[in-house]
């Protein structure tokens, strides 16, 4: 089966722009969970939906928002970048709820978000 | 306090021998899991092997086991007859509940020597 798909891979963007990145989940997977990876933080949470409901939150501001479709596809967006928004974001596809199918989690190959 | 410690920033294996990488966790939880990731230097997260926290047995996948010991709150990643391609950062990962929200280590950067 397919895997997580995130996109675009790479992203440069201006200072004070925003930007909006996807994640495709597993087939069947209804949970995406959402990271910042950066080589000072490490990796740090941001937000996590299922069915279409943000369900946990991360300690970031306000300028971090995503949403899940229907279709379990989620977006995250960036408002008004700032050049400490560079980083890796990673999201893991998880089935997300009770059940043998929740032993996994996988996650995109990432995409990388240069702010210059 | 740090739900996921790894105290090795770095290693160094020769090939074909073993190697345990370390992981200490933190909750209070009775049902979570365990994770391992693989990330090599094209940043891609590759899912090598889970334990549940009632789990009764360490799981293995292949070349990878998991030495899980409850009491002492560890979760040490082993991968025997290690290959040039086992170089990358690994991280260890906990969930706990089924929600998808992790907490990640700051991850081991294995070396494989020839």
């Known amino acids: 089966k397919a895997g997580v798909t995130q996109t675009p891979r790479y992203l440069i963007k201006t200072r004070g722009q925003q930007v909006t990145l996807s994640c495709s989940p597993i087939?069947?997977?209804?949970?995406v969970s959402w990271y910042q990876q950066t080589p000072g933080q490490g990796l740090q949470f941001l937000f996590e939906?299922?069915?279409?409901?943000?369900?946990n939150k991360g300690n970031f501001p306000g300028r971090f928002s995503g949403r899940q479709f229907s279709n379990s596809r989620s977006e995250m967006n960036v408002s008004t970048l700032e050049l400490g928004d560079s980083a890796l974001y990673l999201c893991?596809?998880?089935?997300?709820?009770?059940?043998?199918?929740?032993?996994?989690?996988?996650f995109g190959q990432g995409t990388r978000l240069t702010v210059v | 306090a740090q739900k996921i410690t790894q105290t090795q920033p770095g290693m160094f294996v020769q090939e074909k021998e073993a190697v345990t990488l370390d992981c200490t966790y933190d909750t209070s939880d009775q049902s979570y899991g365990l994770f391992w990731y693989k990330q090599p230097s094209s940043g891609e997260m590759i899912f090598l092997i889970y334990?549940?926290?009632?789990?009764?047995q360490n799981a293995t996948e292949g070349r990878y086991s998991l030495n899980f010991q409850k009491a002492r709150k560890s979760a040490n990643l082993v991968i025997s007859a290690s290959q040039l391609g086992d170089s990358a950062m690994y991280f260890c990962a906990m969930r706990e509940g089924y929600f998808n929200k992790f907490y990640f280590g700051s991850g081991t950067k294995l070396n494989v020597k020839p």
């Open positions: 893991a596809s998880s089935w997300g709820s009770v059940g043998e199918g929740n032993t996994e989690a996988f």
């Open positions: 087939s069947g997977h209804r949970s």
């Open positions: 334990q549940g926290s009632y789990d009764e």
């Open positions: 939906y299922f069915s279409e409901t943000q369900r």
